[in-house]
């Protein structure tokens, strides 16, 4: 059932930002060098590595760690790529990574194929059995503001209580967030 309803609404968000995309790539090439699109190594469900796509926010020098661990990463950020984070736009290009299955709209957000202490502590508490999301029960609480401990204490509770209903929820409360830009550090 999950599976169908992330195959729906990816299918149906895509025909609807069709044009959004196209401007967002558009303006990310026109002001900054290199591709639109940045595809990081991502871990996935079962710890198996998939390449996810965001729209380019970094420039293309920037070090391939999480941007919390980078000394100042601000000097990194393209001239529109606070703009994007904060509006989560970059995360658009995703809609790809649902319709191959690799992401569903909820679940625990996919770590980057570095982050050795949130995979280990995702993978003792079993979070590594979800599909990673583009929102989740983490997102909501906190986002990049929650230590990684928190974070997937989250991931866990998820895993418990996983229903289309709570992904609903979570899905609504993510709008309203972006709405509000809350939780947005980087």
């Given at each position: 059932m999950k599976r169908l309803f992330d195959l729906l609404l990816a299918l149906c968000a895509g025909a609807i930002l069709l044009l959004p995309v196209l401007l967002v790539a558009l303006a990310v090439r026109l002001t900054s060098k290199g591709p639109a699109l940045y595809w990081s190594d991502r871990v996935g469900r079962h710890n198996r590595i998939f390449r996810m796509p965001k729209f380019r926010s970094m420039r293309?020098?920037?070090?391939?760690?999480?941007?919390?661990?980078?000394?100042?990463?601000?000097?990194?950020?393209?001239?529109?790529g606070p703009?994007?984070?904060?509006?989560?736009?970059?995360?658009?290009?995703?809609?790809w990574s649902i319709l191959r299955g690799d992401m569903s709209f909820v679940g625990p957000r996919p770590a980057l194929f570095n982050q050795d202490d949130l995979i280990a502590?995702?993978?003792?508490?079993?979070?590594?059995?979800?599909v990673p999301g583009l929102t989740g029960w983490a997102q909501v609480n906190g986002r990049d503001e929650l230590?990684?401990?928190?974070?997937?204490?989250?991931?866990?509770?998820?895993?418990?209580?996983?229903?289309?209903?709570?992904?609903?929820?979570?899905?609504?409360?993510?709008?309203?967030?972006?709405?509000?830009?809350?939780?947005?550090?980087?």
């Open positions: 293309i020098d920037t070090p391939a760690v999480a941007t919390h661990l980078l000394t100042d990463p601000g000097k990194y950020l393209t001239p529109i703009f994007l984070r904060k509006s989560s736009l970059d995360e658009l290009p995703q809609l502590l995702r993978t003792q508490r079993g979070v590594d059995e979800l230590p990684i401990p928190q974070k997937v204490a989250l991931d866990a509770e998820y895993l418990q209580r996983q229903s289309l209903w709570f992904d609903m929820r979570i899905l609504w409360m993510t709008f309203v967030k972006v709405l509000r830009r809350d939780g947005v550090t980087h």
